[in-house]
């Protein structure tokens, strides 16, 4: 995790963090501007992540972005294309569909070790980064 922050420094990416990245912490050695969505948010349930997620919204560090109607139309219409769309939860299609809607104002990064996501990320040609584990192979 070290170089990302060096990586994602003043280059017009905004990173986005799945539930995955939440629950790693990575908020604190990556650069703003960090996104996450409301879905995301909710599945971290443990007292002590919940707690550090919580500081994290607080202080600003992270913004909860939901992503709006068509995004999420477009996420879901690439998912089905893909036949990946049942294979993807509430809160992937989440992710992807905010990748896809803050691509008109910067360069989207996301942080998450689904395979599937990584696959319909991939494919949308959005950029995505694992986290604990090393990624999709097949591109």
Known sequence: MRGYSRE????????????????????NVLPPPLYTTSLAVE?????ENREKLTLA??????????PGEESIRRARRKARELKVEGKLSETDISIAALALELEEK???????DDYTLQYLLHKTGITHKPLRTKGIKTK
């Open 8 to 27: 994602y420094s003043a280059t017009g990416n905004c990173i986005i963090l799945d539930t995955t990245a939440l629950l790693a912490g990575v908020e």
């Open 43 to 47: 599945e971290v349930r443990d007292a």
């Open 106 to 112: 910067c360069k989207p990064v996301v942080f998450t």
């Open 57 to 66: 919204l607080g202080t600003g560090k992270i913004t909860v972005k939901d």
